[in-house]
């Protein structure tokens, strides 16, 4: 009795760590509410003002780029990508530094839980 016992606490224990990682992989597109900067779109252009010179060092004025972020449960930046320009190794380093160095979002929300959840970012130069 004691082994079948264990059995089951291991196999609820394995089946809960399966849930919980295949729920993290997943990344929402259809949320109940956004993942959003802290202190709005005003702090998030402050932010981005602040590399201002490196980025207009690499981008001509009337640019757009659209940035894909990847915010995980935490509100941390997972991963960023861009849609419509092919760019170089060093553009997309800056930008990588950048967004992935910046404080932590308010993830997105799914029936009542913080999820990942993608974030497309329109920027221009």
């Known amino acids: 009795m004691k082994h079948v016992f264990i059995l089951f606490l291991f196999l609820s224990f394995t089946s809960l760590v399966a849930q919980q990682t295949k729920e993290s992989r997943y990344i929402y597109t259809e949320v109940d509410s ?13 932010y981005l003002s602040s590399f201002h010179k490196d980025l207009n060092t690499h981008f001509s004025p009337g640019t757009s780029l659209v940035v894909v972020l990847v915010i995980k449960e935490d509100g941390k930046v ?15 380093e800056l930008l990588e530094r950048i967004f992935l160095s910046m404080p932590s979002w308010k993830p997105a929300v799914k029936q009542g839980k913080n999820v990942k959840s993608r974030l497309f970012l329109p920027l221009e130069f």
Do not use: D, I, M
Request: glycine share 10%; aromatic share 8%.
């Open 78 to 92: 997972e991963s960023v990508s861009t849609l419509g320009q092919e760019l170089s190794q060093e553009v997309r």
């Open 34 to 46: 956004p993942a959003f900067f802290p202190g709005g779109h005003e702090a998030l252009n402050a």
